[in-house]
């Protein structure tokens, strides 16, 4: 028979179960869990009652796991495993220090390393890990206590909090320039989107007043470093951030065939930016607390 919501886990028969498999025998079990062999096989007995299937077969001493055996001792194992490691993440956490800080590619260059030395002015003892990825982490398979994460404010069901804007400057090599009389003449040249998907190009013809059905070749990138090469080798046009766009535009590299305020009036809910992404949970722990307290004080437009 199944497991109804109603019956209780026999947990204590599953850690029987596991050392049985591990040892090969109930006497390894008895031994490894500190009680009679009897006991081992009166809980197995009992596990297999529950679940309506033989676990194990007896060859003398030594016992052998049947195929259900061995499926769910995989299971059993993935459950341990996740149990042991909330253990010791509880454990960890009474006291930790150690935050580990997941960010942007663009924000960490940019904006974020230059200015982990305030924070350390602030809890000198933290034990500050960064990693870098574009896609939104999995806060507890990757080990994240937060991220800052480029968007546009919605990350449910995660606390979200803009930390600064990052208007965009519609760029392109200047061979692709001579193609662009008027914006409209974007609907047959090939744009450049950012990997996350969005509604940042659609929101910008709209703007631009750009109508009719496009004949290109879009193409999709994953961060913003691969988005300004792909514009400078001509492949398309491209959205690069102010402080690329001032560099590119300066060198001669890259052109505004629009002009480089032409994205300026854009409604501020159509702009792009770095937002703190945490779980609320997460705000409990001191360190981390501090760490996002210090990052939505800081003036990052300076």
Known sequence: MSLLPSQPLPLNALRVFHAVVRGRSFRAASEALRVSPQAVSQQIRQLEETLGVALFTRQGRAVEPTEAAILLSHFIDAGFAEIEEGLRRVTRNAHRQRINVNASPYFAQHFLLDRFARFREIL???????????????????????????????????????????????????????????????????????????????????????????????????????????????????????????????????????????????????????????????????????????????????
Request: hydrophobic content about 45%; overall charge negative.
């Open 124 to 302: 000198p003892d933290a034990d500050l890990r960064l990693t870098t990825m574009v896609d939104m982490p999995d806060f507890a398979a990757d080990d994240v206590d937060v991220t800052i994460q480029w968007g546009f404010g919605s990350f449910p069901p995660h606390e979200a909090t803009l930390l600064v804007r990052d208007p965009k400057v519609l760029c392109c090599a200047p061979a692709v320039a001579e193609r662009l009389q008027s914006p409209q003449d974007l609907v047959g040249v090939p744009l450049l989107h950012t990997a996350i998907p969005g509604t940042l190009w659609p929101d910008i013809l709209r703007h631009l007043g750009v109508e009719g059905d496009s004949k290109r070749a879009d193409m999709r990138l994953q961060d913003a470093a691969t988005m300004r090469r792909a514009t400078l080798a001509g492949l398309g046009v491209g959205l690069l951030s102010h402080r690329d766009a001032t560099e590119d535009l300066a060198s001669g590299a890259l052109v505004a065939p629009f002009g480089a305020e032409a994205l300026a009036n854009l409604p501020p809910e159509q702009v792009p930016g770095f937002y703190l992404v945490v779980p609320r949970s997460h705000r409990r722990v001191r360190a981390i607390r501090s760490f996002c307290d210090w990052i939505t004080r800081e003036d990052w437009d300076r």
